[in-house]
C-alpha cells in the first residue's frame, strides 16, 4: 500500500489548502479522460487519488490515519479488527456507546429511556444499525454540566457555560459516530444491497418501457389495419352508390349530404364533423361578428329595397287622402255584407284600421324626412354661421324674431336633391327617383 502523502505528493505536515491544490493538479493530469491511451493505468491511480483526499480532507481521519500510518505501509494492520472479538471492533464501540448512554441516564428522570445499542457483526440493519445511527448522529447529551459553574449559582453566566459544555460534548459524540459509521462493515454492505436495489429497479423500469412501447406499436398497428379496412368499406359503398346513381338516376348519398349540411355554418362558410364543434364554433368572436356584419347588411338592403318601392309607387299612383282610404277599404269589408250582421264587430275593425294607418303614415313621414335630409345638399358653412347668429339673436329679441319671421317670403319651390352615387344635382325630388 502506498502512502497517502505520497500519492498526493506532498509533505506530512502540508495544510489543508496545499492538500486540495495538489488533489486538483493530479486529478486533471491523470484522469482517464485526459489520457485516452493509457486509460486503465490511469483509472487505477485516480481511484488512489481519491481515497488519499478522502482521508486527508478530513480532520479526524487525518489524524488516525497518522497514528496508524506505519501499521498500514506495512501490511500489519487488518482493518482494526473487524470482528467481535474482545478488542475487536464491534466489542470496543459497543463498550463506549454503553458507557456514554450510561452516563446521560443519571440525568434523566424516567428509567424507562434507553440508548440504541451498536449492536454486533451479525445485527440487522432495519432493526439495530438504522436507529443506532439515527439517533447518535443527532445526538444532544442530558447532563446538566452543573459542576463547570465558575460562578454563584444565582448570577446568569453559568448558564452559558453549562450550554457550552453541553454543546462541545455533543458534538464529540457526533463525531466520533460519523467516524465509525464510514468503517462499519455493516453500512456499507447496507449500502451495497441499496446499489442492487437501485440497479434492479432501473431495469424494471426499462423494462416496463420497453413493454409500453411494444404494446403501443401493436395498438398503432392495429389501429392502422382497422383504418384500412374503414377505407375499403368506404370505397366499397362509394362504388356501390355510383353503380345506384348510373341504374336509377339516383344518389344514395344524398341523406349524408343532408347530415352534413346540419353541421355546416352559412354565415362563415365552414363545415364540421360533429355537433360540439359547431356548437363551439357559433360561441365564438369571429362567428358572432360576421352574423351581427351579415345581419347590418341584410336590414340595409331590406331599407333600401322598401325604399325604392314606395318611390314606385309614389310615381305610378298619385297619393290618396287617408279618408278615400278608409272608405275603400269599407266598401271591401261591406261586399259580403258583413257589417249588417255584427256592427259591433265592424267598429272593432274600423278602429284598429284607423290605428294601423296612423301608424304607417308616421313611418313613411319619418322615412320622408331621413330621404329629404340624405338628399339635400349641406350649406356652406357662412350660412350655417349666419343661422346661429340669427338663433342667438332670437334668443335675446324675440320680438324682433317675430316680425322677421313674418316679413320672410315662404319658399313654394320644390326642394333640390342630389343622387348619392353619381353627385348629381337634381331640381326636384321626383326627378332624382
Known amino acids: 500500500m502506498r502512502c497517502h502523502y505520497e500519492v498526493l505528493e506532498i509533505a506530512r505536515n502540508a495544510d489543508d489548502d496545499e492538500i486540495k491544490k495538489s488533489y486538483r493538479k493530479l486529478a486533471l493530469k491523470w484522469h482517464p479522460d485526459k489520457n485516452p491511451d493509457k486509460v486503465q493505468e490511469c483509472t487505477e491511480y485516480f481511484a488512489l487519488l481519491q481515497q488519499a483526499y478522502e482521508v486527508l480532507s478530513d480532520p479526524h481521519e487525518r489524524a488516525f490515519y497518522d497514528r496508524h500510518r506505519e501499521s498500514f505501509l506495512k501490511g500489519g494492520y487488518d482493518g482494526d479488527g473487524l470482528n467481535d472479538d474482545e478488542k475487536g471492533f464491534f466489542s470496543v464501540y459497543r463498550k463506549v456507546f454503553d458507557t456514554l448512554a450510561a452516563e446521560d441516564y443519571d440525568f434523566i428522570d424516567s428509567s424507562e429511556t434507553r440508548y440504541p445499542s451498536f449492536g454486533n457483526s451479525e445485527s440487522d440493519y432495519d432493526k439495530v444499525v438504522g436507529p443506532f445511527y439515527g439517533f447518535w448522529s443527532s445526538f444532544s447529551t442530558a447532563r446538566s454540566y452543573a459542576w463547570m459553574d465558575k460562578y454563584d449559582i444565582r448570577q446568569a453566566p453559568n448558564r452559558y457555560i453549562r450550554d457550552a459544555c453541553r454543546a462541545e460534548r455533543s458534538e464529540q459524540v457526533k463525531e466520533l459516530v460519523g467516524f ?254
Open 180 to 433: 465509525i459509521r464510514k468503517r462499519d462493515p455493516r453500512v456499507k454492505k447496507y449500502r451495497e444491497i441499496l446499489e442492487l436495489r437501485q440497479l434492479e429497479a432501473k431495469k424494471k423500469q426499462q423494462e416496463n418501457r420497453r413493454q409500453q412501447i411494444l404494446k403501443n406499436q401493436r395498438e398503432m398497428e392495429e389501429y392502422m389495419e382497422d383504418e384500412n379496412a374503414a377505407a375499403e368499406r368506404q370505397a366499397h359503398l362509394e362504388e356501390l352508390s355510383k353503380q345506384l346513381a348510373e341504374d336509377f338516376g339516383e344518389s344514395c348519398s344524398e341523406p349524408e349530404n343532408e347530415e352534413d349540411d346540419g353541421l355546416q355554418c352559412i354565415v362563415c362558410n365552414k363545415f364540421f364533423k360533429t355537433a360540439n364543434a359547431k356548437n363551439n364554433h357559433e360561441k365564438s368572436k369571429q362567428h358572432k361578428k360576421q352574423l351581427a356584419d351579415l345581419r347590418k347588411h341584410m336590414r340595409d338592403e331590406d331599407a333600401a329595397l322598401f325604399a325604392t318601392e314606395e318611390v314606385a309607387e309614389e310615381e305610378e299612383k298619385p297619393a290618396k287622402k287617408g279618408k278615400n282610404k278608409r272608405r275603400d277599404r269599407k266598401k271591401k269589408s261591406n261586399i259580403f255584407g258583413d257589417d249588417d250582421e255584427n256592427p259591433e264587430e265592424a267598429d272593432e275593425t274600423l278602429e284598429e284600421e284607423k290605428k294601423t294607418e296612423n301608424a304607417v303614415e308616421q313611418v313613411e313621414e319619418q322615412l320622408e324626412r331621413l330621404e329629404v335630409a340624405d338628399t339635400v345638399e349641406p350649406e356652406p358653412p357662412v350660412e350655417q354661421k349666419e343661422k346661429k347668429k340669427r338663433r342667438r339673436a332670437d334668443k335675446s329679441n324675440p320680438a324682433a324674431s317675430k316680425e322677421e319671421t313674418e316679413a320672410e317670403p315662404v319658399r313654394t319651390e320644390p326642394k333640390t336633391g342630389r343622387c348619392d352615387r353619381c353627385k348629381e344635382v337634381f331640381e326636384s325630388r321626383t326627378k332624382l327617383f
